[in-house]
């Protein structure tokens, strides 16, 4: 059974900095691409990074330059650090890979950036 949980959202001023993990079971972790997703109130669902097996890394373009995704495949986890924070990047911030052809996610975190 696939399991994701995330953890390390919260509220922080415009300008700080959070961590986000997602620690993962239920799969070969090491063999699974993972992504960072997040929802805005009244948005959609977007990508905001991405690390493959090879540990090659994809930004939205909102966040390059300000977060940074990074995966332990010793401990099943990948990471999302998120710096220079603005009050647009608060979302649920949710946690995902596919495998077999079907999307798992996390239940999500809350991230809230007060200006």
């Known amino acids: 059974q696939v399991q994701l949980v995330e953890s390390g959202g919260g509220l922080v001023q415009a300008g700080g900095s959070l961590r986000l993990s997602c620690a993962a079971s239920g799969i070969i972790f090491s063999t699974y691409d993972m992504g960072w997703y997040r929802q805005a109130p009244g948005k959609q669902r977007e990508l905001v990074a991405s690390?493959?097996?090879?540990?090659?890394?994809n930004y939205a373009d909102s966040v390059k330059g300000r977060f940074t995704i990074s995966r332990d495949n010793a401990v099943n986890t990948v990471y999302l650090q998120m710096d220079s924070l603005k009050p647009e990047d608060t979302a649920i911030y949710y946690c995902?890979?596919?495998?077999?052809?079907?999307?798992?996610w996390g239940q999500g975190t809350l991230v809230t950036v007060s200006s």
């Open positions: 690390v493959t097996i090879g540990g090659r890394t």
């Open positions: 995902n890979v596919m495998v077999r052809g079907r999307n798992y």
